[in-house]
């Protein structure tokens, strides 16, 4: 529920949910429209069909069999549970060593290590984002055995790490292995795993924002890499001719798609039922009135709810006319 909504608004929702379906097996007994009636008023749809459809599948035979998975893999078979989402209820609730790397982490780690080129950091399967995810990992992840022995056997490389540009994964791997493992001064490794990733996520959160990160607060920017490099373009006249580099140019995304306009021809259709009745001070009324609603296709934006009769217009500047035609049209062929 929190996921891109405000917990103080989510807190009685969530109230309202746990007291009508408290377990899995009573959520997945409910009908899509019951979820959708209590989780009206939080946007986003999608996640009430994937909480209902997952609640089912962990009580089905061919599924969770009765049992929440623990680990992150089989967390990840829940319909629609995501690699972060698996991730961050294994790390977080079961105390799995994996990061979950929201947008929070892979700003802080992007800039921690200075992560430039190699594509958009936001998805995994570029070298940008395997790169973060490797940092992330050392970061956040418990001891391994053979973080230890790559640690020994490249001793002295911590350097390497404040002028690391855009190195590979496995480089940039050990490099993050090495600058934080052996340089444990307690503000990561001498907690549990939830803590570690809950402490990362409002660094980024709180300190290392998008656009006024707070580097003179920062408990880890002695280690920054971005940071390093900003000082070192304002110190130095290496950048003649175009704009110095800055922390709030990291993380690298793709740019975003320009915004869809659409116009739409929307029909509302009114009646009643039954006949005129007379009420007791002898006045007549009709019964009940009711809207005529259509159900959206499964797949795409609001998927599955009702609305009114809609028509997408082809013409986004049509005229009143067109529109009426249009919504005459749609209302004929649905007859």
Known sequence: MSQQTQIDRVATYWLRWTERWPTAAHLAEATQEEVNELWAGLGYYRRARF??????????????????PSDAASLGKIPGVGPYTASAVASIAFDEPIAAVDGNVLRVVSRLACVRGGGDVTKPGTSAGKACKAVADALLCAERPGDHNQARSHEGSRAS????RSGSFTTLY?????????TDDGLFFSYEIARRIQAMMELGATVCTP?????????????????????EEEANVITAGKEPFRVTDLPEKDKKADKREETVSVRVVRGTRGDTETGADGASKKS??????????EGGLLSGLWEFPSVVMEDTDADEDALRAAADRLLAETR
């Open 288 to 297: 009940a009135a009711f809207f005529l609603l259509v159900k959206r296709p």
């Open 161 to 164: 790490f404040f002028t690391h």
């Open 211 to 231: 656009r006024n990160p707070k580097c003179g607060e920062c408990p880890v920017a002695s280690m920054c890499a971005s940071r390093a490099l900003e000082l």
């Open 51 to 68: 909480l209902l459809d997952g609640a089912r599948w962990v009580v089905a035979e061919d599924g969770g069999g009765g049992k929440m």
């Open 174 to 182: 050990l490099i993050a292995c090495v600058a934080f493992r052996l």
